[in-house]
């Protein structure tokens, strides 16, 4: 009896094995083979919605113009991806995380322009990382291409690569980028102009971080285009159709023929819109929508209806010097 008692001793003193821990750590793994997966879903998912994100005190305080939004508009337009939001956030942490959290659960392709230079203030690579629980890491492809291809400034003429200076760590700040090791590589960064160091980092598989600069952000837009085609509801491209007219009616005069003319076409997913022009003697009415042989039925019936004709261009049949209130 003893015997089996101290048998039963020895077995009650021998550590009991960390089972929460080894829980918590296969919970970390399957969150992240979850995370990874579900990025790999929003990468490849239809495009049908967008939205775009600037990023950058210079905008809010006035010192800099935000022309990106707009560009990007008219691209999602071109491509028939309907742009639903577009904010403009400080550089800031906080704003940042939890409007590409937002952004990336409620549209299929999101866009974010600025804060990813080599000073204190670019804070964009950082906090997306952050949003989603990701590593900063240094891309080698990416240092490769910026060492080949980027030039020194002039102010920087004695620039090494091979010593460690300020000037150098600054630069590696630039391709210290949002890593998830779960995910291809080539699903992440995406260079896409032979000319360009600059990637277009994506993260959570739907969120496409680019640069401020207007040039580099169109350039590198156009270049994503081939990628994005096969994604689209119409994969040729083709977009959205959009017919002007110009009249010379005021907007109340025309206001219920247009809702009647909505009642019809609304159903066939084009949307009529009216466009007061403060100023000129013209008004402009619109068509938009994707079903162009419907669109171009309606054509003789809407010039009647606005007393107005199609046009190519808004102001294209402006009075020669008019600046009368229409």
């Not at 008219?74 to 956030?89: M, Q």
């Not at 299929?108 to 990701?134: M, N, R």
């Amino acid at each position: 009896m003893f015997s089996r008692i101290n048998q039963l001793a020895r077995h009650l003193s021998r550590p009991v094995p960390n089972y929460l821990h080894t829980s918590a750590a296969a919970g970390g793994l399957l969150q992240a083979s979850s995370r990874a997966s579900m990025a790999q879903e929003r990468s490849k998912r239809t495009i049908n919605t967008a939205a775009c994100l600037i990023i950058g005190d210079e905008v809010l305080g006035g010192k800099t113009v935000d022309t990106n939004s707009a560009w990007f508009a008219k691209y999602c337009f071109s491509l028939g991806i309907n742009l639903r939001r577009v904010e403009v956030i400080p550089d800031d942490e906080g704003d940042i995380i939890e409007a590409v959290r937002r952004m990336s659960t409620s549209y299929d392709f999101v866009v974010t322009s600025g804060g990813i230079g080599p000073t204190h203030d670019d804070i964009t690579y950082q906090s997306i990382a952050k949003a989603f629980d990701l590593p900063l890491v240094l891309h080698e492809k990416g240092l490769e291409k910026m060492k080949a291809l980027s030039r020194p400034h002039p102010s920087q003429q004695n620039f090494s690569w091979d010593e460690d200076t300020p000037a150098r760590r600054a630069k590696l700040r630039m391709m210290q980028l949002p890593y998830d090791k779960d995910l291809p590589d080539e699903d992440q960064v995406r260079f896409v102009a032979e000319d360009l160091w600059v990637p277009i980092s994506v993260v959570n598989g739907n969120i496409h971080i680019l640069p401020g600069i207007p040039r580099l952000f169109e350039k590198m837009l156009t270049g994503l285009k081939p990628q994005l085609l096969p994604r689209l509801t119409d994969p040729e491209g083709k977009g959205v159709y959009r017919i002007l007219f110009s009249t010379p009616l005021a907007e109340s005069e025309v206001a219920d023929y247009l809702t009647e003319l909505a009642a019809k076409a609304e159903p066939k997913g084009v949307k009529v819109g009216s466009y007061p022009r403060w100023g000129k003697s013209r008004n402009t009415v619109t068509l938009v929508g994707r079903d162009k042989d419907f669109m171009e039925s309606l054509v003789p019936e809407v010039e009647t209806g606005v007393k107005g004709r199609r046009v190519q261009e808004e102001g294209e049949d402006d009075d020669a010097g008019s600046d009368k209130d229409a």
